[in-house]
């Protein structure tokens, strides 16, 4: 979709969808990691409005919020281009602040702006930013909550203006020339294939907070179906707390929805799709023939004792309907006789990359992107 801002054209490339689920992530790591700590967010206008909002919204435990612009000051000509932070009449000794960017450019505001608020006395600084350029870590302090990576690009929406204007667009758009000047690439399917918990939901998050992509877990979908008790939700349970599969067409459906929905994005990860080779060449003619191309599979492999322990484990804290140990042997019994042959029909292509899925979760996610950077 193409709008266009004063002199300019834009291109969506970042849904908002996608954009939601970033800060979801955020969010969900600072719960995790913040609750009991004395928090200030000090979130940077103009830009950052929006994503302070939706982010905040999000916060599960008490915390202050705090909106400053850094620019030059007023008053005095003495101060010529030094800029400073105005606004924040909090006091932060002793507080564990937390800076909301909306976009990390070149970095030097966000040094200068840390140097500032340190000056202040907090216990800690920590940096959450929705976007992130590449330059933004050449610089002398860590991001330590990142929204996703981005080129760059000349981008508005979400609070980004162009002169003044698109900052009210809840997607992202970027300048259409840039893309023009670009070579056309083709949108990136990765698939993260393996039996139940071998970690395949683990790295696809990993992998597309690091390239930007857009997630889509069949598994995951179905849950929602599941939770609203949908149509498509009461036959799937029917399979799932077998621990079998659901029918090829209904599957095929699903993901054709969701291609269809995610059509800006650069690249996507599927996550426990294709499960049959049915499924594999349902996706191939749904691919063929349009800008998309199907770049790696990444099969996890984990031995069956480790998957019965770990997926144990998790039932202990999930609450998922098919985490009982009966289920757990039906479903690495039906990856055996059904899905693992999946790989074959990849491996035939060249496209299967055959993953240690025992070990640290950063070494086997540091393999997987290693091959991801020799295919972008
Ligand atoms: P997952 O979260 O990927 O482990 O999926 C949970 C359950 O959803 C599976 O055991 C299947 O019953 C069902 N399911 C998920 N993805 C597919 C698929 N591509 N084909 C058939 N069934 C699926």
Redesign the pocket.
């Known amino acids: 979709m193409r709008i266009k801002l004063h002199d300019k054209e834009f291109e969506l490339t970042i849904p908002t969808k996608r954009i939601q689920d970033a800060v979801q992530d955020m969010a969900d790591e600072m719960n995790a990691q913040l609750l009991g700590k004395d928090v200030i967010f000090v979130a940077i206008l103009n830009g950052a409005f929006m994503f302070a909002s939706d982010l905040f919204k999000r916060i599960e435990f008490d915390a202050h919020i705090s909106f400053i612009k850094f620019a030059s000051y007023e008053g005095t000509k003495s101060t010529g281009n030094v800029k400073k932070l105005i606004g924040l009449n909090e006091d932060l000794t002793g507080k564990t602040v937390v800076i909301l960017e909306d976009i990390i450019d070149s970095g030097i505001t966000m040094e200068k702006i840390v140097d500032q608020i340190q000056e202040l006395g907090p216990k800690e600084i920590r940096i959450a930013s929705l976007l992130v350029k590449p330059d933004a870590f050449m610089r002398n302090y860590t991001i330590d909550y990142i929204g996703m990576e981005i080129p760059d690009d000349f981008i508005v929406g979400y609070g980004l203006d162009y002169d003044g204007l698109g900052r009210n667009l809840t997607a992202i758009y970027t300048n259409a020339e840039a893309i023009k000047n670009k070579t056309i690439s083709k949108v990136k399917y990765f698939l993260l294939f393996g039996p139940?918990?071998s970690g395949?939901?683990t790295q696809s998050k990993k992998i597309i907070e690091k390239y930007n992509l857009v997630h889509l877990?069949?598994?995951?979908?179905?849950?929602k179906e599941l939770e609203i008790n949908s149509k498509l939700g009461q036959i799937?349970k029917n399979?799932?707390?077998?621990?079998?599969?659901?029918?090829?067409d209904?599957?095929l459906g699903m993901?054709v929805k969701e291609i269809e929905a995610n059509k800006g994005t650069s690249g996507v990860v599927l996550?426990?799709?294709?499960?049959?080779v049915e499924?594999a060449k349902g996706l191939h003619k749904l691919l063929a023939n349009k800008n998309y191309e199907i770049s790696a599979m990444f099969a996890l492999d984990v031995d069956k004792d480790e998957l019965v322990r770990r997926l144990s484990e998790r039932a202990k804290i999930g609450g998922?309907i098919?985490d009982t140990p009966d289920?757990i042997e039906k479903?690495i019994q039906?990856y055996k006789l059904t899905?693992a042959k999946v790989a074959e029909y990849y491996a035939d292509q060249g496209k299967l990359h055959e993953i240690n899925g025992v070990g640290n979760i950063d070494d086997i996610f540091k393999e997987i992107s290693t091959i991801i950077d020799k295919l972008r």
């Open positions: 139940p918990g395949k939901g877990s069949t598994g995951d979908i179905l849950r799937a399979h799932m707390n077998k621990g079998g599969l659901v029918p090829d209904i599957i993901v996550d426990g799709f294709p499960r049959t499924q998922r098919d289920i479903r039906t899905t």
